[in-house]
């Protein structure tokens, strides 16, 4: 099992910057990805970035060029840091991570970390 833990949310105003962080804790050598997700009032849930085991990164196209994720692999941690942030970008966050348990694919969600951009 895989348990994870966002923080970093808030109120921000555009143009602003904010950082989310995601530890993970439990069965870490078995994670091969953890990314972000979003998903805006009344909307479905989106990636945002994803960082795989060997370090390849992937980004939705609205956020390229203003988002960045990384990772401290001593610290089990994978970050976003978000700038020039747009009222578009409300959303709650949600780290994710893909692992295996045993020969099974599965997936481990965080709670979700609201980040709320304003004029």
């Known amino acids: 099992q895989v348990q994870l833990a966002e923080s970093g949310g808030g109120l921000v105003q555009a143009g602003g910057s904010l950082r989310l962080s995601c530890e993970a804790s439990?069965?870490?050598?078995?994670?091969?990805?953890m990314g972000w997700y979003r998903q805006p009032p009344g909307q479905q849930r989106e990636l945002v970035a994803r960082?795989?085991?060997?370090?390849?990164?992937n980004y939705a196209d609205s956020v390229k060029g203003r988002f960045t994720i990384s990772r401290d692999n001593a610290k089990n941690t994978v970050y976003l840091q978000m700038n020039t942030l747009k009222p578009e970008d409300t959303a709650v966050y949600y780290c994710?991570?893909?692992?295996?348990?045993?020969?099974?694919?599965?997936?481990?969600w965080g709670q979700g970390t609201l980040v709320t951009v304003s004029l």
């Open positions: 439990g069965s870490i050598s078995s994670i091969t990805s």
């Open positions: 994710s991570a893909g692992y295996w348990d045993r020969l099974t694919p599965l997936d481990a």
């Open positions: 960082i795989t085991r060997g370090g390849t990164t």
